[in-house]
């Protein structure tokens, strides 16, 4: 009797792992990420290492994601292929990594289609990629919803001659903005009156930057210090992930043109608690309430480019999606399995989610090639090494017959945690030398005026 007992007690206990499997399986998750650089390698590694991941895909990837996915040779702005793809692998959740398929509208050709009914966007709508798409756009909203930021005129070619009008109620140095996407080269800083006025008339009168500069939004300059805050949203709940400070100039002490970013610093040293009070109060909720009173769809990533002034946040743009290379900073910092937040956006359980973070410091410093960010060349072998401290993240790689090569302005973002910035930033540049492509170029100052900060 005993012995039959114990037959169906293991019976019972083999069932319910059987069915605790399946479980687990079920839930097990097919992901596709769109994008190519450093942000997507860096979504792609922490994706990798979801207990609830059955497939990672990235499209069209490049030599870093190759080692954790599998790479899709599609073009994120050709939907139908995309599309054609989620079916085929039987994707539940699509990543969307770059501005652009988001500001063209991905996620509203995707919502009206039945057969993706199932498939979960992480990123917004055509309209709440508004908030990056059109720098007027952005202002308005702010001033709809009592959010901080600097005082701003919009001039287009049917007002531009009161531009000047404008420039001089304003203190130089004169702040002048392309309205829509420039790859971060659409802002033009002037003390010079009469360049300011010859800035605005090339943006909307010479279209020197083509149909993004056809209104131009000029703002009054903030004198503070940038912050980058980001957070992620399923349009009614928020979490507020790490933040960052990037370095946009090519050149050291933040000389020279600017780039898509040289490096990144989290944490920062002068966003304390009472700061971040202020950055969720005046700025985050009033954000996402904004969304939701407007019915704006947006589930996915808020990026907040911040300016700290006297101690108080003002909101420089937004993005609507991960920083780069911001997001190769922050992501390793996220203890949490990132795939269950994309899991509660999916199921509007959001807030349900814990989020932990990593208490060390990470530093990106990111390896370009010669030349960048204006002309360069590709092509050009890399040796990474063998071992290192560091997560070198790759932005402009790939493979050609096994070999590694750059293929891109922004080649490599190495990553590296420590007790403190100057250890992590060690570990980043102990890598670097060890790393070799002709003609590599990296800023060796990156966090140069956090250290005052850190150390007072």
Known sequence: MAKVRGIVLINSVVRLLQSANFATNHHKMNVLVLGSGGREHALAWKLSQSSNLQNLYVAPGNAGTAGLAVNAPIDPMDFDAVGAYVLEHAINIVVVGPEAPLVAGIVDHFSTKPEFSKVTFIGP??????LEGSKEFAKRFMQRHQIPTARYESFTKTNVADAAAFLK????????????????????????????????????????FGKAGSTVVIEEFMDGIEVSMFAIT???SFKILPEAKDYKRIGEGDSG?????MGAISPVAFVNAEFME???????????????IEKINYKGFLFFGLMKVQGDPFVVEYN??????????????????LLHFFEGIASGTLSECDLELDDRFATTVIVASGGYPDAYEKGKKIALPRQSDSIVFHAGTIEVDGELQTNGGRVLAVTSMGADMDEALERSYSTIESTEFDGMYYRKDIGFDLRKAVKS
């Open 125 to 130: 709508s055509a309209k709440g990629a508004q």
């Open 169 to 208: 109620t304003l203190k130089p140095p004169y702040v002048i903005k392309a309205d829509g996407l420039a790859a971060g080269k659409g802002v033009i800083i002037t003390r010079d009156y009469q360049e300011a006025i010859d800035t605005v008339n090339d943006m909307i009168l010479s279209s020197a």
């Open 234 to 236: 399923d349009g009614e």
């Open 257 to 261: 043109p600017n780039t898509g970013g």
């Open 278 to 292: 202020k950055v969720k109060n005046q700025i985050i909720i009033p954000t996402v309430k904004g969304l939701h």
């Open 320 to 337: 609507c999606r991960l920083g780069d290379p911001e997001s190769e900073v922050i992501i390793p910092r996220i203890k949490s399995d």
